[in-house]
């Protein structure tokens, strides 16, 4: 058994790509707080489970730590699998990957996934979006674990972890980062998380790529539309 817990506020677009990826194989629970639009009810009729949270309406990496460090310490399954809303964790054949890997924990490969415009099939995300770049630093979060091991102990952002069991990073599972589906959604999703983005958050530097300016996104974006290889 699989457990997913997918953190999530205003995913309105990405959530029927979400429930429809994660519940062939998982459980979905959503992490939601402060929702204005469908996310909630299209989760919901998808067949996911949804955890709401009364908390200010923010972008708080110290409240995201928190709440991705405990979320899963009551869960009875074989494996649980933490992501924000915009990552696929995603391999062919991933419940034999999972029964095959001699640790605990696995560290998939992190691909920055690119595509010109939003998606618009009604299958699969990847099944569109199919290219990539291999995202080395930050490093690849370690989001996937037997709930057995304890402590995951994120750090802010969870691209840093110092877990309390072995990881294997040698699993052939790739954790798909669909935030650049086109530059609309690349400038709407980056302005609405700055709008969001917490005085903490900016007092601590975390986070700070919200803060750039538009012209900096699109620049970025460009750059990994050049690069970007076919992943799947």
Excluded at 180 to 198: C, D, H, P, T, Y
Aim: with cysteine; net charge negative; hydrophobic share 35%.
């Amino acid at each position: 058994m699989i457990e997913t817990f997918v953190l999530c506020n205003n995913e309105e677009r990405l959530i029927p790509y979400v429930c429809r990826h994660y519940l062939q194989f998982s459980k979905v629970i959503l992490l939601e707080s402060n929702s204005t639009d469908r996310t909630v009810e299209i989760a919901t009729q998808m067949g996911a489970e949804v955890w709401r949270y009364d908390v200010p309406d923010e972008i708080n990496d110290q409240w995201f730590l928190k709440l991705k460090n405990n979320c899963w310490k009551e869960s009875r399954a074989d494996w649980v699998i933490i992501v924000d809303a915009d990552e696929f964790v995603y391999h062919p054949q991933i419940e034999i990957a999972l029964k095959r890997s001699p640790f605990p924990i696995i560290q998939p490969r992190f691909y920055n996934m690119y595509s010109e415009m939003f998606p618009t099939t009604e299958g699969q995300i990847y099944e569109e979006v199919t290219k990539g770049v291999e995202q080395v630093a930050p490093k690849a979060k370690m989001n996937i674990f037997k709930p057995s091991i304890k402590e995951i102990n994120y750090f802010p952002g969870c691209h840093e972890a110092f877990p309390t069991a072995r990881v294997n990073n040698e699993s052939g599972i790739m954790t798909l980062h669909m935030r650049n589906l086109g530059k609309e959604f690349v400038v709407e999703r980056n302005l609405r998380a700055q709008k969001r983005n917490s005085q903490l958050n900016k007092d601590n530097g975390w986070g700070t790529h919200v803060d750039w300016p538009e012209e900096e996104w699109i620049r970025i974006y460009d750059e990994g539309m050049t690069q970007a290889k076919i992943i799947i």
